[in-house]
């Protein structure tokens, strides 16, 4: 099946793009081992092959992307087995880095509190990963282990294809602003281990939504084949 891409028309050409061919994938119009040339994607995203290249290597990057020299970017699988792999991850390293950040100043905490109520007027699934992202960055941000912020960033590209599918629907928004709102309560209380749980919880609380999401898209992947 042909597909045309909605066309961009942004001023972050590049990012637009990126948001597109991410959409796209997570939507299955862009289905696992689908090769993508640049010079056909540019023509239907109407844009250069420049910000094409641009996007396609970041999507290499967080893993939505296979690039081999000579071949090109063919589209990776989203499975139940990355996913749990990466997802179980987070929860383990942001607590440790809450505490080694300890207690944050007054103005970090407002900083928290405008990104939270941003998060919660936004309905854009890409923004709403995008603040979120921002807001446990700033949440960390005084964590003197970079390493550990480091592999936390990089775990923020590995699961945001399967995030945005969460975010798409209004419960998985609204859970992610109330878990934000429970570490903040602990935090004003100067209580950084309550912060600390609160961190852990609302680092799963997408799991069981996000794996009802795959084994439903597996579902009608293997219907579509049946047909």
């Known amino acids: 099946m042909h597909i045309i891409p909605t066309r961009i028309e942004h001023e972050n050409v590049s990012h637009s793009v990126e948001a597109e061919v991410r959409r796209l994938i997570i939507d299955g119009a862009f289905r696992e081992g689908d090769r993508l040339n640049e010079v056909h994607l540019a023509a239907q995203l109407g844009v250069s092959r ?28 989203l499975t139940e087995a990355e996913f749990t792999q990466l997802y179980d991850v987070r929860p383990i390293l942001d607590p440790a880095a809450l505490r080694m950040a300890g207690l944050p100043s007054v ?70 602003i109330r878990g934000h709102e429970e570490i903040l309560a602990s935090l004003r209380k100067r209580d950084l281990e309550a912060a600390c749980a609160g ?14 999401w795959l084994r439903s898209r597996s579902l009608n992947k293997t219907a579509r084949r049946a047909t």
């Open 50 to 77: 420049t910000p094409v290249r641009e996007a396609l290597n970041r999507l290499a990057a967080e893993g939505a992307l296979d690039s081999r020299p000579r071949i090109g970017y063919s589209v990776k699988p």
């Open 107 to 176: 103005d970090r905490l407002r900083a928290l509190e405008e990104l939270n109520r941003k998060l919660e007027k936004t309905r854009d699934a890409e923004q709403m990963i995008t603040l979120d992202d921002e807001w446990h960055l700033a949440l960390l941000a005084d964590c003197p282990n970079r390493i550990l912020v480091g592999l936390i960033e990089s775990m923020m590209l590995r699961t945001r294809r399967y995030e945005i599918a969460l975010m798409r629907e209004s419960a998985g928004r609204t859970n992610a």
């Open 199 to 212: 961190l852990q919880v609302n680092m799963q609380h997408g799991r069981s939504p996000i794996l009802d």
